[in-house]
């Protein structure tokens, strides 16, 4: 669990020391920062997006997995968990909710074949040198990343230590069924999220993501079932 631990601290760090920048920075500044961390985070998204080998895997994981995450509407729990942590943390410009923050941070901090190697790394052979790299990279990110989305980013770190400590405490059970296709349908799957928390950034969408996050878990079931057809699709 060290490298959780350092990956979760490292997202703590990082988004401690924007918001103590983001005090200093002019309102017009921010803002044209946000876009530019919009036009990145849409980047990253289609450089993941890449990682899929089978779009009926994509549609298929996408399309169950936002039906059931609408169902349970996750974006509305997240939302009424946000506006708790507002009352006590208030918003700093009126603009970027804590919800948002949380949600697009979480995202792009767990989303990648980085968080699932590395914590199955972690987990099966007690090496922690990916999640090291990935704590650097988290550090400047979330940096960057509170200056415009706020204190939202500070507890994704939280999200950060259940997500990547669950993959490494079961990651004997989980090997198995996170072999390489899998890991790049969630890959992939995910990428898809974060080009539309990229397209919520510059204000061209307001997509429910977290609703699609269930897609994320149904991704390696269809990568399972796809290898019991007799004809490969």
Do not use: H
């Amino acid at each position: 669990m060290l490298g959780v631990i350092v990956n979760t601290a490292a997202v703590l760090l990082g988004s401690t020391v924007g918001l103590l920048f983001k005090k200093g920075i002019p309102q017009k500044i921010a803002s044209e920062i946000m876009t530019a961390i919009g036009l990145c985070t849409i980047y990253i998204g289609i450089d993941g997006a890449l990682a899929g080998n089978n779009p009926l895997v994509l549609i298929l994981c996408m399309v169950f997995g936002t039906a059931v995450g609408t169902l349970i509407d996750i974006d509305k729990r997240l939302t009424q968990l946000g506006a708790i942590l507002e009352r006590k943390f208030k918003r700093a410009d009126g603009k970027v909710t804590i919800v948002e923050g949380f949600v697009s941070a979480s995202l792009l901090f767990c989303v990648g074949a980085m968080t699932i190697v590395g914590s199955l790394n972690a987990g099966l052979l007690g090496d922690n040198q990916m999640l090291f790299t990935k704590s650097l990279l988290d550090l400047i990110s979330s940096c960057m990343l509170s200056v415009t989305l706020g204190i939202g980013v500070m507890f994704a770190a939280a999200f950060v230590f259940v997500f990547q400590g669950a993959i490494v405490l079961l990651s004997q059970l989980l090997a198995p069924v996170l072999n390489t296709s899998a890991i790049a349908e969630i890959t992939c799957a995910g990428s898809l999220m974060i080009i539309a928390i990229g397209l919520n950034l510059l204000g061209i969408t307001k997509l429910k993501v977290a609703n699609m996050l269930p897609a994320l878990l149904f991704a390696p079931l269809f990568v399972w079932l796809f290898t019991l057809l007799p004809i490969q699709l």
